[in-house]
């Protein structure tokens, strides 16, 4: 059993900042890489920000570039994901993924083990 256990949501005020962690857990798996996703409210989930664990290649998408920083510790197999000058539509349940199948760090297909999420509010 792999399970991927988030922590450190809440609510903060814009312009503040939160940090993610991800702490996989259970049986030894392979993943590509290691990625955040969010979902709002009515919405669809979608992608956030990967890094690989060998490489330490990143990936962001457009909105959170220069805001958020994803890093990992190999050492305590942690993935961190550093929030900035949080933004009112930064609100959602984010959740951390293990990239299983090798593809674009975004396609939420290859993404084969999932965290519970946690809750991130940010209030204006």
């Known amino acids: 059993q792999v399970q991927l256990v988030e922590s450190g949501g809440g609510l903060v005020q814009a312009g503040g900042s939160l940090r993610l962690t991800c702490a996989p857990s259970g049986r030894t798996f392979r993943s590509y890489a290691m990625g955040w996703f969010r979902q709002a409210p009515g919405k669809e989930r979608e992608f956030v920000a990967a890094?690989?664990?060998?490489?330490?290649?990143?990936a962001y998408t457009d909105s959170v570039k220069g805001r958020f920083t994803i890093s990992r510790d190999n050492a305590k197999n942690t993935v961190y994901l550093q929030m900035n000058s949080l933004k009112p539509e930064d609100t959602a349940v984010y959740y951390c993924?293990?990239?299983?199948?090798?593809?674009?760090?975004?396609?939420?297909?290859?993404?084969?083990?999932w965290g519970q999420g946690t809750q991130v509010t940010v209030s204006s």
């Open positions: 890094i690989t664990w060998s490489g330490g290649v990143t």
């Open positions: 993924a293990a990239q299983t199948v090798a593809g674009p760090f975004s396609n939420i297909l290859t993404y084969g083990y």
